[in-house]
């Protein structure tokens, strides 16, 4: 597993606590969301570094006191074709003021990228072999013309309100 | 009609870019049919029974003349020669090769057109009333603001992977020709109490194996919020819809399952919390997008035609296409033509190479260049001068598209059923031919009046079996295609689903059931204006189901 981050490929110093585990006081660990609901006195005052893993369907307005909380947040993507994470990350960004990495883990492939980009996400876990390759190389379509506004800066292309062109 | 801007144009050709690479990526073995379907799926392209099947998006069902020689040419160079439209407003062709997939959509291109969202889980051709911007009855032209939407859904990052299909169809007449309350979200024009426009919303309507009558969420909505109400929809649908089961995953299952008020209150929250999200339409964009669908410059006639008068008198079969394939028109003097793509024992929906050329050539000549797709599978000639119907008229009859059936027994819907599809448990296309060679263009078809029949090839509903005034559906038992026949559905403004007329019917019952249900109207009716579907509502089941399953003690049907 790679991270690619920011339009390239980094060190991923955040690792993933599985239920049950124990919670290293150091953080730099991404939390699943069902953990953080019973175990997070454990970081009560502490300002270790922290991320939260949330599986789609979860209902984020409930945490929405927490988020600051965290610097990472792992939005799963339990098959390609399962969009919900793209909501949660554009809700995040838009609704809940979340500045930190939010990241696509679970199945990241290349001809999705360019969108969860466009919903905030900035950070993803790349296992699949064709989309490492394509993303090493560079050798995708990235695509310069859309029909939306998106949460990445984009400016407006001529006179239609929603029209956004990449520069 | 709408033109492309560069913008637009600059984003098809990115796209049939990226898919020239894909099928390079396929035909080489670099990536898997596996790897490879989301792609060839996102612009279109099914791997039907026998070959790929190509779906070509016609926004709204609106054409121009040169883009129906374009899909005549795609017909003749990559296909066999002829297309399909469709209940979506859209043409298919069956025969295309992958190789040439690119070439075809970069051939489309150059006539403003495409494929993309024709399939997948995404929002699909946004679709609208066939006669819209034409019909006397019209409030205001929808086109712009499926046009709007149209653009706006494009390749949409937050919603091109919904639980499932997604369809909205909007319409501007209080006669409702889109069929908005079987979609899933349908916008109907309407003017409040302080004279504004706007939209009455529905959502959660759709057809397939669980069919529901969409909910009124809204009985009006601003124009500046279509967009911003829209994405509230698509986002409570996108988060909530269930992805457990492919068969409950549209928006009707997520309304009925959480109550039409629970589903309200969901959207509206959604909506007024969209903040620095919310996409506010100014006028000013709106009536831009309006001038591209701006009425013709159409020369101001008489209300009569003595041309179309003394022809009339002349020939009944003129006489009989006035009366069922020309509907009134906004402005005196015109009408708008319905060209039938259902000849007596024909394919429903199919039209050849040739025979689209001379559409096109027609449209060009008689129809200020503008052509619509019917969800019922014909096509029109929206403003045709009535002194040239005559020529109209005779260069149909020379192209063997001059069948005056529109509305009748024989102008009946299917779905390519078991001959095309892969999704089929039974043929439809015989079984339309059957009946549309039982009842043919007599006097007797005539005289029945409007009767809508509608054929499904399996639960899917492609072919709108439950919204038809008599509905088939073809299913599979033990091997053998058996029918089941539904009467009382309607897709209009009276929107109801068909009633199951109890078991069904063989191969070879199932025209003559239809010819039973068809006697005991006529014989039932108050008059000739009392049509079928209010015969049927007025008379209920039991005189239908009497004469199917009693009449002949001891049949085995």
Known sequence: MTLFKNGAFVEDNWRHIDEGEDAPPAGHVILPLDWWKAERAVYDGSNAPLGLKIEPGADISEYVEDISRFSVIALVFPKYNDGRAFSTAQLLRTRYGFMGEIRAVGEVLIDQIQMMERCGFNAFEINNAPTEKALRSGEYTRFTHFYQPAVTTEPPAGTRPWLRKST | ?557
């Not at chain 2, 063997?400 to 078991?418: F, Q, R, S, W, Y």
Request: net charge neutral.
């Open chain 2, 1 to 557: 009609m709408y033109r492309y801007d560069e913008f637009d144009a600059g984003f098809v050709a990115e796209r049939v870019a990226q898919f020239r690479d894909q099928v390079a990526r396929r035909l080489s073995g670099d990536i898997t049919e596996e790897q490879f379907r989301p792609h060839r799926l996102m612009n279109g392209l099914y791997l039907q029974l026998h070959a790929y099947m190509l779906r070509v998006a016609v926004p709204y069902g609106t054409l121009n003349g040169k883009q129906m020689h374009m899909l005549a040419h795609i017909a003749r160079k990559y296909d066999r020669g002829y297309g399909h439209f469709t209940t979506r407003q859209n043409i298919q062709y069956n025969w295309p090769t992958l190789k040439d997939t690119p070439d075809i959509l970069a051939d489309l291109a150059t006539v403003e057109m495409h494929a993309i969202q024709t399939s997948g889980n995404c929002i699909r051709n946004v679709t609208a009333d066939h006669f819209a911007g034409a019909a006397a009855d019209e409030i205001e032209d929808p086109r712009p603001y499926a046009e709007i939407l149209r653009q706006w859904s494009s390749v949409h990052p937050e919603f091109t992977f919904l639980p499932r299909k997604f369809k909205i169809a909007v319409t501007g007449a209080p006669k409702d020709r889109a069929a908005i309350q079987v979609h899933d979200i349908g916008y109907h024009i309407v003017r409040n109490e302080q004279g504004e426009m706007g939209f009455a919303v529905y959502v959660g309507g759709g057809q397939g194996r669980t069919p529901m009558i969409a909910r009124k969420l809204r009985d009006f909505l601003p124009k500046k919020d279509l967009l911003a109400y829209t994405q509230a929809v698509m986002r409570v649908y996108n988060l909530e819809g269930r992805r457990d089961n492919k068969y409950k995953a549209r928006i009707k299952i997520l309304v009925h399952e959480t109550g039409e008020a629970e589903m309200r209150e969901a959207v509206e929250a959604e909506f007024a919390a969209l903040g620095s999200e919310t996409l506010s339409l100014p006028q000013t964009e709106i009536a831009r997008i309006q001038a591209y669908f701006a009425m013709p410059a159409l020369a101001v006639k008489s209300a009569k035609s003595a041309k179309v008068e003394a022809r009339r008198q002349t020939d009944p079969r003129f006489a009989a296409f006035m009366d069922t394939n020309v509907t009134a028109h906004k402005r005196a003097g015109y009408g708008i033509v319905t060209i039938s793509l259902k000849p007596i024992g024909g394919i429903p929906g199919d039209a050849t190479a040739d025979q689209m050329d001379a559409i096109a050539d027609l449209a060009k000549t008689y129809s200020q260049d503008e052509i619509r797709v019917s969800h019922e599978q014909n096509l029109v000639l929206p403003h045709v001068a009535l002194d040239d119907i005559p020529a109209v008229y005779d260069e149909l009859l020379r192209q063997k598209l001059a069948t005056a059936n529109a509305g009748l027994i024989t102008d009946i819907i299917a779905c390519p059923g078991m001959d095309y599809c892969a999704l089929a448990t039974a043929r439809s296309i015989p079984i339309a031919q059957r009946i549309s060679e039982r009842f043919g263009e007599t006097k007797r078809s005539a005289d029945i009046g409007e009767l809508k029949i509608k054929i499904s090839g399996c639960i899917n509903a492609c072919g709108h079996h439950h919204v038809g005034h008599i509905g088939i559906l073809g299913l599979e038992r033990k091997g053998v295609e058996t029918y089941q026949i539904t009467l009382g559905g309607s897709g209009d403004e009276t929107c109801s689903i068909g009633d199951i007329t109890g078991p069904g019917f063989s191969t070879d019952q199932v025209t003559d059931a239809v010819e039973t249900i068809v006697d005991t109207y006529m014989a039932l009716r108050t008059s000739k204006d009392e049509d079928f579907l209010s015969a049927y509502r007025r008379l209920g089941m039991k005189p239908f189901k009497q004469a199917l399953y009693e009449r002949d003690t001891g049949a085995s049907i």
